[in-house]
């Protein structure tokens, strides 16, 4: 159980294009979900967590209207990462917690590759 | 504040001999600590958590960590090295009521054959 799936594994755009990323908790609903973004051989950093319902709370230094986050249900959450650059270019990782379990495990989606070219 | 050090950037062991991953936090709260593991471009597996239920934790594939409050610590350790266990691994408290993760920088774990 606790399976987090994240679409698409990898992508690549163009400079200027805006490119989606979902995150889905399969099997357990989550009231919050939580987007990491983690450079080469780097550890995860905390970008914005997400609430089912309500808007996204983002950490310092992260643009709130270049990297669009939208937790539509409690199964899905995206990122959308507008008028990509090739600075945006990452490992981007969500991670869910479980609603119902009362504990602060998070279970994590296997990631997302974007290149932009 | 909260957070967790790493004391090793990387470890080398030889296949076969124990692990020993070294993290050490620090929390003005009853800290809830977990450890996870990353394969190259993978996302995060979670190893084990403490959340003060026994302070010797025990995790999947052979991994335990023992939590000592005196000591501050939360190191990961397995008694026998697997070629498969080369990853990256971190160290994570949870931050007290928000459940947000404060990582450690990670340990690149090497299984030499």
């Known amino acids: 159980g606790a399976v987090v799936s994240q679409h698409p594994s990898w992508v690549i755009c163009k400079s200027g294009t805006s490119v989606k990323i979902e995150c889905r908790s399969l099997?357990?609903?989550?009231?919050?979900m939580f987007w990491y973004r983690q450079f080469p051989k780097q550890s995860l950093m905390l970008m914005a967590t997400?609430?089912?319902?309500?808007?996204?709370?983002?950490e310092q230094g992260v643009e709130k209207d270049k990297f669009l986050i939208n937790h539509a249900s409690l199964t899905l959450s995206t990122l959308t990462v507008t008028s990509a650059h090739p600075e945006d270019s990452s490992f981007y990782i969500c991670?869910?917690?479980?609603?119902?379990?009362?504990?602060?495990?998070?279970?994590f989606g296997p990631g997302t590759r974007l290149t932009v070219l | 504040a909260q957070s967790v050090t790493q004391l090793d950037s990387h470890v080398s062991v030889s296949e076969g001999t124990p692990v020993l991953l070294r993290c050490n936090y620090s929390?003005?709260?009853?800290?809830?600590l977990f450890w996870y593991v990353q394969h190259p471009n993978k996302g995060l597996q979670l190893l084990l958590k403490?959340?003060?239920?026994?302070?010797l934790v025990k995790g999947i594939n052979g991994f335990e960590a023992e939590f000592k409050k005196s000591e501050t610590s939360f190191h990961l350790t397995k008694p026998s090295a697997h070629m498969s266990d080369a990853a990256e691994y971190f160290c994570?408290?949870?931050?007290?009521?928000?459940?947000?993760?404060?990582f450690g920088t990670g340990t690149r774990l090497k299984v030499l054959a």
């Open positions: 991670s869910a917690r479980e609603a119902a379990s009362g504990t602060d495990t998070q279970y």
């Open positions: 099997d357990f609903q989550a009231t919050t």
């Open positions: 997400s609430n089912e319902g309500s808007k996204a709370t983002y």
């Open positions: 929390s003005s709260y009853s800290p809830s």
């Open positions: 403490y959340t003060s239920a026994a302070t």
């Open positions: 994570v408290v949870s931050e007290f009521r928000t459940y947000k993760y404060i």
